[in-house]
């Protein structure tokens, strides 16, 4: 693809620290060992890790790199979002740290100026939202609205990405972007650099849309995939269960949806599974990444690894009634709503007026059809990426007594064999109300 530079997100952590400098240097995995086409070289691009330490106080990776255009010198400082603990699991986040964004750059810009760069470029795996339409800065909020204007002055372009907006802003003077998700658009970022400074002094970017029909498949890599899927197609077409037609993942104007509605159901069980008394699960719409297709009615591992594809781990914890309301409450955000898919059991209707935050509707919050109790614990089980506040769900940063009890992929699997054939029903747990 050509990739030169990259900084490092939360998901390149999911097997800790230790593999992702694997898939920097090479070598084979520790456990899985080595089953590609080929020795693995490592990454033909660099990660950058500003503000990731180790315990023994080095970063994890070089905290910037320097390239020279046309003789002019441009330093490019990447780094990941300071809570990217929040937002991996316990296990991965052993033996690292990660500092404040804006205090990690402002720090790095003596040295690089030591160097004679006057023109920096921050890679930061943190983004924000906007109300407007695609490219469209109006509105931009989220932690990356804040995070800009810390900067110093010296730090010219900064290109973000972890919430998947798609933005071409002006942020305190400073050129901001971000490119979406799933490859479908390129930002192209021209800067005018000046001999004589060496530093800015004009910049602009467009967003390239990348259409499948426009570019042809490239040999190499259809190649490689192909002996990679080779080895994973046992694997990929083993069947985990059945279901009478597609199960869809769109929600009804109330905000559920069928699939959501599996997938909590789901994770309850799980939980319960393991010898918890658990009375609720949460799942983010977010992460449900596609339907359930109905072939033949047969559901293959390859169709849930794709609905669920980020091998989260499920977390039980404990919150208090009161949490709950906030957590509730929280489904409103900036870029929109964001209506949490729960269990059987677990009800609730909320009303959004025009131009205003959700509200819950009093007494509608239920667990089995008796009112939850502001000042009463329940045990619930979410995704660790929710665990963790992730989506602007705070409230679970609440929870105490946390235990892990396996991947949220593991968890739907064990439904279908239990519960098949499921169709697209949607239960009814959510009402919206008029």
């Known amino acids: 693809m ?60 070089p905290p910037y790199a320097i390239r020279e255009f046309g003789g002019v010198k441009v330093g490019f400082i990447g780094l990941t979002l300071e809570g990217t603990p ?46 407007g339409a695609l490219d469209d800065c109006h509105g931009l909020s989220g932690t990356i609205a804040e995070i800009v204007p810390k900067f110093d002055k010296a730090v010219d372009v900064v290109v973000t990405g972890h919430t ?65 899927k080779k080895q994973a197609e046992p694997l990929m077409n083993r069947v985990v269960g059945q279901i009478s037609t597609t199960v869809a993942r769109a929600p009804n104007i109330h905000g559920e949806s069928a699939l959501g509605d599996i997938i909590a159901d789901a994770m309850l069980a799980a939980a319960r599974r393991d010898g918890g008394k658990v009375d609720i699960g949460f799942m983010n719409p977010g992460g449900i990444r596609t339907d359930l297709p109905f072939r033949d009615g047969k559901v293959t591992y390859s169709d849930i690894f794709a609905v669920q594809p980020f091998g989260n781990d499920l977390v039980v914890l404990t919150l208090t009634g009161a949490d709950l309301l906030t957590l509730l409450k929280q489904q409103y955000q900036p870029s929109g709503n964001n209506i949490l898919q729960v269990s059987d059991g677990f009800t609730f209707t909320w009303r959004q007026p025009a131009g205003k935050p959700i509200e819950i509707v009093t007494d509608s919050v239920k667990l089995n059809g008796q009112p939850i109790v502001a000042d009463q614990t329940y045990r619930v089980v979410t995704n660790n990426f929710m665990a963790g506040g992730g989506d602007g769900f705070t409230a679970f940063g609440n929870g105490t007594d946390k235990v892990l009890i396996g991947t949220d992929i593991a968890s739907l699997e064990a439904w279908l064999k239990e519960n098949s054939p499921l169709d697209n029903t949607i239960r009814g747990r959510i009402t919206r109300a008029q």
């Open 2 to 61: 050509g990739l030169a530079l990259t900084s490092v997100g939360n998901h390149e952590f999911d097997e800790g620290w230790q593999e992702l400098r694997r898939m920097q240097e090479g070598g084979c995995h520790p456990v899985d060992g080595c089953k590609g086409p080929a020795p693995f070289k490592g990454a033909g691009f660099q990660y950058l890790a500003a503000s990731t330490y180790l315990d023994n106080g080095e970063t994890l990776f």
């Open 164 to 228: 998947n907006g798609i933005y071409i802003c002006t942020v305190d003077g400073r050129l901001v972007t971000s490119a979406g998700a799933y490859g479908t658009r390129v930002t192209d970022i021209s800067i005018l650099l000046d001999p004589k400074s060496g530093d800015v002094i004009g910049s602009r970017a467009r967003d390239i849309i990348i259409a499948q029909s426009d570019y042809a498949e490239d040999p190499a890599q259809i190649a490689l995939i192909g002996a990679y």
């Open 86 to 131: 929040d937002v991996i699991t316990p296990a991965a986040r052993a033996g690292i740290t990660f500092k404040d964004e804006a205090e990690t750059v402002n720090a790095l810009v003596p040295k690089l100026k030591s160097q004679g760069i006057e023109a920096i470029v921050v890679l930061i795996h943190e983004g924000g939202y906007t109300t």
